[in-house]
């Protein structure tokens, strides 16, 4: 097939909005905070940093030069290596991934969607109501017209192509995202009884450690930072060879930590001062933010704050959306040979398809239950607690057993002084397949009723 020309990013600063916008999603602004209370504030968070500046780095590196080197998305890149169909399996599982979790997620980003809009017209007092939530999603019209309205919000920004589109938006909302962010936390952590939280959220107390903060952590890190999603990998084919890996990577981290922090500076003082820090409130789960969040803003009269609160998860969940959607996207472009129309146009079809059905899964399909989760959760489950374990175990045997570490090294070294390069070398060697199995273990004991995260 003759290779055609491919898309890449300006320079070091689009990559670095792009990847932070791919990093900084619904993982930071929904599930971290909601982990973070859950499992014991300041010492969930100080595990959380030590992973992401180990596990994560490594895994970050891993994905970008294998980018770089190639030039190709998931199949591609893992094809360049050879290592028989076993190991091009991982490429194939790579690049399904983001295929699977962009209908889902663009579903979640519709939720996102109906609560802006209730607030944008006055109805901060329905978004409060417990029932609200419950009957949208049990309103098969509803659910769809909101999922449609932030797929085509996600589509749109990919027909525009890598420059014009990926990181012209990135450099509008990822600034735009930081803005909002440090609004919402001003006002969170300035509400009467709020810095009880603060300290909960920031002060480690290890009589909150127990074995589930660390399995939380680790599959709250995996999930932030896109690892095994296919994303880093075809966003480091975009990137020039002038660029320095590492810099960028630690940009990134920080930025991804940073937004997960303020982000737990928003939520977290906010619920200490609506409910006391009371332990049912704390625990409420995924449920947080669009069950808890509106009675909070309620309570406190903040109708505009709400308004502030959903845009910036909305900007949140659509880099995020753009990113998934642009690796399944390069993935028909590289190995079809396809367009940059008919590429997205096809990725187009799947969201669409995948996404409605997991919408009917809240209303019509409610009775087809899957291990008995609903629709949506069962892609969850399937593509984060199965899919990309495997497929990050796989890109570690790549790098392990075919390519080696020196390959990697000698990529970094184009452009990067790599002066984490030992502890680097160290957590790819000894750590990163136990972590890797220890999330998949935790993910499967957790689906069988065994053990609850």
Same mark, same amino acid.
């Given at each position: 097939?003759?290779?055609?020309?491919?898309?890449?990013?300006?320079?070091? %600063?689009?990559?670095?909005?792009a990847?932070?916008?791919?990093?900084?999603?619904?993982?930071?602004?929904?599930r971290?905070p909601?982990?973070?209370?859950?499992?014991?504030?300041?010492?969930?968070?100080?595990?959380?940093?030590?992973?992401?500046?180990?596990?994560?780095?490594?895994?970050?590196?891993?994905?970008?030069?294998?980018g770089?080197?190639?030039?190709?998305?998931?199949?591609?890149?893992?094809r360049?290596?050879?290592?028989?169909?076993?190991?091009?399996?991982?490429?194939?599982?790579?690049?399904?991934?983001?295929?699977?979790?962009?209908?889902?997620?663009?579903?979640?980003?519709?939720?996102v969607?109906?609560y802006?809009?209730?607030?944008?017209?006055?109805?901060?007092?329905?978004?409060?109501?417990?029932?609200?939530?419950?009957?949208?999603?049990?309103?098969p019209?509803?659910?769809?017209?909101?999922?449609?309205?932030?797929?085509?919000?996600?589509?749109?920004?990919?027909?525009?192509? $890598?420059?014009?589109?990926i990181?012209?938006?990135?450099?509008?909302?990822?600034?735009?995202?930081a803005? %909002?962010?440090?609004?919402v $936390?001003?006002?969170s952590v300035?509400r009467?009884?709020?810095?009880?939280?603060v300290?909960?959220?920031l002060?480690?107390?290890f009589?909150?450690?127990?074995?589930?903060?660390?399995?939380?952590?680790?599959?709250?890190?995996?999930y932030s930072?896109?690892?095994?999603?296919?994303?880093?990998?075809?966003?480091?084919?975009y990137?020039?060879?002038?660029?320095?890996?590492?810099?960028?990577?630690i940009?990134?981290?920080?930025?991804d930590?940073?937004i997960?922090?303020?982000?737990g500076?928003?939520?977290?003082?906010?619920?200490f001062?609506?409910?006391?820090?009371?332990?049912?409130?704390?625990?409420?789960?995924?449920?947080?933010?669009?069950?808890t969040?509106?009675?909070?803003?309620?309570?406190?009269?903040g109708a505009?704050?709400?308004?502030?609160?959903?845009?910036?998860?909305?900007?949140?969940?659509?880099t995020?959306?753009?990113?998934?959607?642009?690796?399944?996207?390069?993935?028909?472009?590289?190995?079809?040979?396809?367009?940059?129309k008919?590429?997205?146009?096809v990725?187009?079809?799947?969201? $669409?398809?995948?996404?409605?059905?997991s919408?009917?899964?809240?209303n019509?399909?409610?009775?087809?239950?899957?291990l008995?989760?609903?629709? %949506?959760?069962?892609?969850?489950f399937?593509t984060?607690?199965?899919?990309?374990?495997?497929?990050?175990?796989?890109?570690?045997?790549?790098?392990?057993?075919?390519?080696?570490?020196?390959?990697?090294?000698?990529?970094?070294?184009?452009?990067?002084?790599?002066?984490?390069?030992?502890?680097?070398?160290?957590?790819?060697?000894?750590?990163?397949?136990?972590?890797?199995?220890?999330?998949?273990?935790?993910?499967?004991?957790?689906?069988?009723?065994?053990?609850?995260?």
């Open positions: 097939m003759k290779d055609r020309k491919r898309g890449t990013f300006s320079g070091k %600063l689009g990559y670095v909005l990847t932070a916008g791919s990093a900084v999603g619904l993982g930071n602004i929904w971290f909601y982990l973070a209370a859950k499992y014991g504030g300041g010492v969930f968070l100080l595990i959380y940093i030590l992973l992401a500046v180990t596990f994560g780095y490594a895994m970050i590196i891993s994905e970008t030069a294998l770089r080197m190639t030039g190709k998305s998931p199949i591609g890149a893992f360049s290596f050879g290592g028989g169909k076993l190991i091009q399996a991982g490429g194939w599982l790579n690049a399904l991934i983001p295929m699977i979790i962009v209908p889902y997620y663009s579903v979640i980003g519709g939720w969607c109906r802006l809009w209730g607030y944008l017209t006055g109805g901060a007092a329905l978004m409060a109501d417990e029932q609200m939530f419950t009957s949208f999603l049990a309103s019209v509803a659910t769809e017209v909101s999922f449609l309205v932030f797929a085509a919000l996600t589509m749109m920004v990919i027909f525009g192509g $890598v420059e014009n589109g990181e012209r938006v990135s450099r509008f909302m990822m600034p735009l995202l803005v %909002l962010t440090l609004v $936390v001003i006002f300035t009467p009884g709020a810095m009880e939280g300290r909960y959220f002060i480690p107390d009589h909150h450690f127990s074995l589930m903060t660390l399995v939380s952590a680790l599959g709250q890190m995996f930072l896109s690892i095994a999603m296919g994303i880093l990998i075809t966003f480091g084919s990137m020039k060879k002038d660029v320095d890996i590492e810099g960028t990577t940009q990134v981290e920080i930025f930590t940073l997960a922090i303020l982000a500076l928003m939520v977290i003082p906010a619920v001062s609506f409910s006391g820090g009371d332990a049912e409130a704390l625990g409420k789960g995924p449920s947080l933010m669009f069950v969040i509106p009675k909070v803003f309620e309570a406190m009269g505009w704050i709400g308004i502030l609160f959903f845009a910036l998860v909305l900007v949140a969940a659509l995020s959306s753009v990113s998934l959607a642009e690796s399944a996207c390069s993935t028909f472009e590289d190995e079809l040979g396809w367009s940059r008919k590429s997205a146009a990725v187009s079809i799947i969201l $669409v398809g995948l996404g409605t059905f919408c009917l899964g809240f019509i399909l409610s009775g087809l239950t899957p008995g989760m609903d629709i %949506l959760t069962f892609f969850d399937l984060n607690s199965l899919m990309m374990p495997l497929a990050a175990i796989a890109i570690c045997f790549l790098i392990l057993r075919i390519t080696g570490i020196e390959a990697i090294s000698k990529e970094m070294h184009i452009s990067s002084r790599f002066r984490r390069e030992k502890v680097y070398i160290f957590v790819m060697r000894y750590l990163v397949i136990i972590l890797l199995l220890v999330i998949l273990v935790s993910s499967v004991l957790e689906a069988a009723g065994i053990i609850h995260i």
